[in-house]
């Protein structure tokens, strides 16, 4: 029944039919075989005829999208140029026109061109800002390159070159090299910003090509001109009409980068640190946007013993930075940004170990607008509040020679000297770096307060731990009634003194003045613990950690408090904590040995005691630490 069913169903072709009527005709067996044969060739070409239409037709299809991709791609090529030519702003070298003697030499005027951009791109190199440079190319197009345009006989060079010059703000810089008496005489000009000539000899000839970039460069971006200028060959006099022309006259971008750094080079010129603060502030009152100002505020801030101002500064800062308006950081830059200020603001508070490492990257790799011995001096101050003074010492080998002259910058290789002395407790050769406050002030008699506020506390403590108190009072009482260390430094000395009311008078004042800083309640609370009234030193060292709870002193002063009160267990908590924070640290170490010994773990005292005795100790310390090791042998 299957397949009687499936006979019926099939559809029978006219060659079928013929053939059966052959065959119900009475034609022979083969006629009807030569007839089927030659119905089946022709349905094989008809299929095949069939299979050819279709593929033509997919072809077709595949043909018009294949076109209409390419036609999308030329026309986003088209577009991509076209927004690049209205966005673009750059500088484009022309050919120099030079004379027929020095192009048969081979100084053609595509040669002189190249040169100049070499040189332009060496000073783009060389000049350290975050600032964007402006790029320079040739006008001959890149690598000889051309691509025609289908039909047009136009290549894309062309076209960009065109769009460029229709939609574009590119300047266009060409030039000349003629004979004059002199030799030759090279002439650039910058578009419509300038021309200058420089001349001499022949043999000069390399010497004068590089003066005509720099003029070009000079003329073309002067905001860069200045930076290389003051950065890279010091010529703070030099760099500093140019900021102040840009910050006064330019356009809105030239004065919110300038007048920062405007301020900067007069600070530096006239090593006036006071006139560096004003003028920054002037800079804030004309754009408060302008971010790059509130670093170098901040640090001015902090030069001048104003603490609590300086951290507030760098909250501003912060907030401005990620507030949605400024212009001044690339969005793709705001990250690195902010690693910087909570770099700076630890330090201020405090959190030293917390971005040593960010800090150590930096002076490694450098940063875009800040000098290395910037990025050194600050990876020091960490490595010192963290008590890592073998790092110090380490980094401070590492700083250009030149700021070993203690008047040539106030903040440098002398004063962290002083810096590392007191931290050592090396209070004889503290004092002997003390000349170096005198040779500044007599460098730079404007900038009194700030020399004052780096050296006279470090030299004041080192004279009053040697019991030279007469000495001492004189040497910090010019320091300003407004500085947070200074104060500081007061209450120290009273202290040291036996003076207990005027050295609390000093700390509370202290207090007042940095309401967020943690440093007046840990020397307050040393004080406290060196009387004995360790009840009152515990709550000054709870404060302070309260303020900055990575800040490592506290928690040590708190733990020795414990120690007095015979409470080792509780020491050991504290001296862990603090141990986090600074790992490098010898007294810290030695303390936490006695707490393990007074606690009845001899072994474990040992390994701390070991670990002191690899460390920095001051003399009293490393006596101490002498006696337990000779008790526990």
Same mark, same amino acid.
């Given at each position: 029944?299957a397949e009687? #069913?499936s006979?019926?169903s099939?559809?029978?072709?006219? !060659?079928?039919i013929?053939?059966?009527?052959?065959a119900? %005709?009475?034609?022979s067996?083969?006629e009807?075989?030569?007839?089927?044969r030659?119905?089946?060739h022709?349905l094989h070409?008809q299929?095949k005829?069939?299979h050819?239409?279709?593929?033509?037709?997919?072809?077709?299809v595949?043909?018009?999208a294949?076109t209409?991709?390419v036609?999308?791609?030329?026309?986003?090529?088209v577009?991509f140029?076209?927004?690049?030519?209205a966005?673009s702003?750059?500088?484009?070298v *022309?050919p120099?026109?030079? +004379?027929?003697?020095?192009a048969?030499?081979?100084?053609t005027?595509?040669v @002189?061109?190249?040169r100049?951009?070499?040189?332009?791109?060496?000073?783009? %190199?060389?000049t350290?800002?975050?600032?964007?440079?402006?790029?320079?190319?040739?006008?001959?197009? !890149?690598?000889?390159?051309?691509?025609?345009?289908p039909?047009?006989?136009?290549?894309?060079?062309e076209?960009?070159?065109?769009l460029?010059?229709?939609l574009? =703000?590119?300047t266009?810089?060409?030039?000349?090299?003629v004979?004059?008496?002199? !030799?030759?005489?090279v002439t650039a000009?910058?578009?419509?910003?300038?021309?200058?000539?420089?001349s001499?000899p022949?043999a000069?000839?390399d010497t004068?090509?590089?003066?005509a970039?720099?003029?070009?460069?000079r #003329?073309?971006q002067p905001y860069r001109?200045?930076?290389?200028l003051?950065?890279?060959?010091?010529?703070?006099?030099d760099?500093l009409p140019?900021?102040?022309?840009?910050?006064?006259?330019g356009?809105?971008d030239d004065?919110?980068?300038?007048?920062n750094?405007?301020?900067?080079?007069?600070?530096?010129?006239?090593?006036d640190?006071?006139l560096?603060?004003?003028?920054?502030?002037?800079a804030?009152d004309a754009? &408060?946007e302008?971010?790059? @100002?509130?670093?170098?505020?901040?640090?001015?801030?902090?030069n001048?013993?104003?603490?609590?101002?300086a951290?507030?500064s760098?909250?501003?800062s912060?907030?401005?930075?990620i507030?949605g308006?400024q212009?001044?950081?690339?969005?793709?830059?705001?990250?690195v940004?902010?690693k910087?200020?909570?770099s700076?603001?630890?330090?201020?508070?405090?959190a030293?170990?917390d971005?040593?490492?960010?800090e150590?990257?930096?002076a490694?790799?450098?940063?875009p607008g800040? +000098?290395?011995?910037?990025?050194?001096?600050?990876?020091?101050?960490h490595q010192i509040?963290a008590h890592?003074?073998?790092?110090?010492?380490?980094t401070?080998?590492d700083?250009p020679?030149?700021?070993r002259?203690?008047?040539?910058?106030p903040?440098g290789?002398?004063?962290?000297?002083?810096?590392?002395?007191?931290?050592?407790?090396?209070?004889?050769?503290a004092?002997g770096? !003390?000349d170096?406050?005198? $040779?500044y002030?007599?460098?730079?008699?404007?900038?009194?307060?700030?020399?004052?506020v780096?050296?006279a +506390?470090?030299?004041?403590?080192?004279q009053? =731990?040697?019991?030279?108190f007469?000495?001492?009072?004189?040497?910090?009482? &010019?320091?300003?009634?407004?500085?947070y260390?200074?104060?500081?430094?007061r209450?120290q000395?009273?202290a040291?003194?036996?003076?207990?009311a005027r050295?609390?008078w000093?700390?509370?004042?202290? @207090?007042?003045?940095?309401?967020?800083?943690?440093?007046?309640?840990?020397?307050?609370g040393?004080?406290?613990?060196?009387?004995?009234?360790?009840?009152?030193?515990i709550e000054?060292?709870?404060?302070a950690?309260?303020k900055?709870?990575?800040?490592?002193?506290?928690?040590e002063?708190?733990?020795?408090?414990l120690?007095?009160?015979?409470? +080792?267990?509780a020491?050991?908590?504290?001296f862990?904590?603090?141990?986090?924070?600074?790992p490098?640290?010898?007294?810290? =170490?030695?303390?936490?040995g *006695?707490?393990?010994?007074g606690a009845?773990?001899?072994?474990?005292?040992?390994?701390?005691f070991a670990? $002191?005795?690899?460390?920095?100790?001051?003399?009293?310390?490393?006596?101490?630490?002498a006696?337990?090791r000779k008790?526990?042998?």
């Open positions: 029944m009687e #069913m006979a019926e099939a559809p029978l072709t006219d !060659g079928a013929a053939a059966t009527s052959l119900l %005709s009475g034609a067996r083969a009807a075989d030569a007839f089927l030659d119905q089946r022709h070409e299929l005829q069939i050819l239409d279709i593929w033509e037709k997919w072809l077709g595949f043909l018009r294949a209409a991709v036609g999308v791609a030329a026309a986003g090529a577009g140029l076209v927004w690049g030519a966005n702003n750059g500088l484009r *022309e120099f026109s030079v +004379p027929p003697d020095l048969q030499r081979g100084l005027g595509q @002189v061109a190249a100049v951009i070499d040189r332009l791109n060496q000073l783009q %190199s060389q350290n800002t975050a600032r964007p440079a402006r790029s320079y190319t040739n006008s001959w197009g !890149g690598q000889g390159i051309k691509l025609e345009i039909e047009t006989g136009i290549s894309l060079d076209l960009d070159n065109w460029r010059e229709k574009g =703000h590119e266009h810089v060409s030039g000349e090299i004979r004059s008496p002199a !030799g030759l005489s000009r910058a578009g419509n910003e300038g021309v200058e000539t420089v001499g022949d000069d000839i004068l090509v590089g003066r970039a720099e003029s070009i460069y #003329m073309t001109y200045a930076i290389y003051m950065r890279h060959e010091g010529r703070y006099a760099a140019i900021f102040r022309n840009l910050a006064l006259n356009s809105s004065r919110l980068w300038s007048y750094m405007w301020a900067l080079a007069a600070q530096v010129q006239a090593g640190t006071e560096g603060l004003r003028m920054y502030r002037q804030l754009d &408060p302008a971010i790059g @100002v509130y670093s170098n505020l901040a640090s001015v801030l902090f001048l013993g104003l603490w609590e101002d951290v507030q760098l909250k501003e912060h907030a401005r930075l507030d308006k212009r001044y950081t690339p969005a793709d830059r705001i990250a940004s902010e910087q200020i909570e700076r603001a630890n330090q201020l508070t405090g030293y170990h971005t040593l490492a960010v150590a990257q930096n490694r790799t450098g940063l800040v +000098p290395r011995k910037n990025l050194l001096t600050v990876l020091i101050q509040g890592d003074l073998g790092a110090a010492r380490a401070l080998a700083f020679a030149n700021l002259d203690a008047g040539n910058n903040v290789a002398f004063r962290i000297d002083l810096m590392l002395a007191a931290a050592a407790e090396d209070w004889t050769r004092l770096l !003390g170096a406050m005198a $040779a002030l007599g460098a730079y008699p404007h900038d009194r307060r700030a020399a004052l780096h050296f +506390p470090p030299l004041a403590i080192a009053a =731990h040697l019991g030279r007469a000495d001492a009072e004189r040497t910090i009482a &010019p320091t300003p009634a407004d500085c260390p200074c104060m500081i430094m209450g000395i009273a040291l003194e036996g003076q207990q050295a609390d000093w700390f509370g004042r202290a @207090v007042k003045a940095g309401p967020s800083l943690p440093f007046a309640f840990h020397q307050w040393n004080a406290l613990l060196a009387r004995g009234q360790t009840d009152a030193a000054k060292f709870a404060i950690n309260q900055q709870p990575h800040f490592a002193d506290p928690l002063g708190w733990g020795e408090a120690m007095a009160q015979k409470h +080792p267990d020491a050991l908590e504290k862990a904590e603090a141990d986090k924070y600074a490098n640290w010898g007294r810290l =170490h030695l303390k936490w *006695e707490a393990l010994a009845g773990k001899a072994d474990e005292a040992k390994k701390q670990r $002191a005795a690899q460390l920095d100790l001051s003399r009293d310390d490393a006596a101490t630490l006696r337990w008790a526990g042998n």
